[in-house]
């Protein structure tokens, strides 16, 4: 290797390094280590580096700190899964392809519609993507976008916008929910339940919002939600796109993430990415292939209102098999863990001097808390304690601090949450 880069020694391969970084004498092993012995020992120095403690999460704000069981990984995990590409050959691909047809199954359940795809890359992406949709469908470009929508996902849709020249409006919340105008022409009317403030929004009147307006109603739902709240789809909702990390995938630094999507049938030849549909082979077996495939841009592309032709795989068959191991009850179990949390967490921080709710209305899993010293100041200060303390609001809700209690948070771990909270707040 020195030789074909023309160096005389591994001194100069290694020059640009600093002096003052490199070890003089090596390092301190005892010669002949066996390679597990070595990498064992590696370790532990390496983990000299951490600079914080393992910090217990109250963040949220899209992603979250949900349990992900063992079966759940092992499953996952599993050669015939991890190594699994292509679909477009269903001969070779049954097992991914029926996992992918019971994950549009469950999906659709929990939006309450008729049909799911095979999953998009995030729920951002499928944002985009439902508005492209009703757009298209409704044939008006203006898009009325609830401030109660996650902002990052409002950012990307705006960044889509600018290409393909929707209008899109922001529609302000009052009291921690949005305030539908009452008149007004769109073709997409989007708002996410429970918003980004953590309220739980009101989709009847969403519903009713989108019928004035003309438009398809775009709701963005949180799937953990579903084990205790109504449908979208009951609601009246067209479109239903999320966020589908909470079912087993880890935060991972903020990815790989998981776009959720279904619509009603109606609107099938227009759902964007894969659709998986059961069939028959030729020996009268039941068999599973993609569908509907014009909708890939293979065919008339000039009407095509999406370009998605992927869609997450391996994250979408980690959701089904953890909504698998979930059922109906496990879901509803989750669900309420995670909705008794934040009703302790947020009544113990109010009780605190200075701190105060964001909004009145119901929340859920997430809630929004003014603090008397800044948010961002209180997150920093958290971190010394031992906490992710949440997410500092983006600058258009106004200083405060968002919280996120998953069925991972102990009454222990919130009880040292709050009193930490208490003393960085003085």
Known sequence: MLAFLGLASADELFAAVPAALRLAGGLDMAPGLSEPDVAAEMGRLAAANSVFPQLVCFAGGGVYDHEVPAATRSLTNRSEFVTAYTPYQPEVAQGVLQMLFEYQTMVARLAGLEVANASLYDGASALVEGVNLAVAASGRSTVLASRGVNPSWRAVLRTFAAGTGHDVIDVDLVDGVTAWPAEGQAGAVVVQHPNYLGCLEDLAEARRAADRAGALLVVA??????????????????????????????????????????????????????????????????????????????????????????????????????????????????????????????????????????????????????????????????????????????????????????????????????????????
């Open 221 to 426: 739902s949180d799937p953990v939600a579903a084990g205790l709240v109504r449908s979208p789809g009951s609601y009246g909702a067209d479109v239903v796109v999320g966020e589908g990390q909470p079912f087993g995938t880890p935060m991972s630094f903020g990815g790989p993430l998981l776009g959720l999507f279904a619509c009603r049938l109606s609107h099938v030849r227009r759902l964007p990415g894969r659709l998986v549909g059961e069939t028959v082979d030729v020996e009268g077996r039941r068999a599973y292939v993609t569908t509907l495939r014009t909708r890939e841009q293979d065919i008339r592309r000039e009407k095509a209102s999406s370009n998605v032709c992927t869609n997450q795989t391996l994250i979408a068959v980690a959701c089904a098999i953890q909504l698998s191991w979930l059922g109906t009850g496990g879901l509803r179990e989750l669900a309420l863990r995670c909705a008794r949390g934040a009703r302790y967490a947020r009544e113990a921080l109010l009780a605190i001097d200075g701190v105060v709710a964001m909004a009145p209305a119901p929340v859920l899993r997430e809630f929004a808390v003014r603090t008397p010293v800044p948010a961002a100041t209180v997150v920093e200060r958290m971190a010394d304690e031992g906490f992710l303390a949440g997410i500092a609001l983006p600058e258009e809700y106004g200083d405060g601090l968002l919280v996120a209690v998953t069925e991972r948070r102990t009454r222990d771990e919130i009880d040292r949450y709050v009193e930490a909270v208490e003393k960085v707040v003085r």
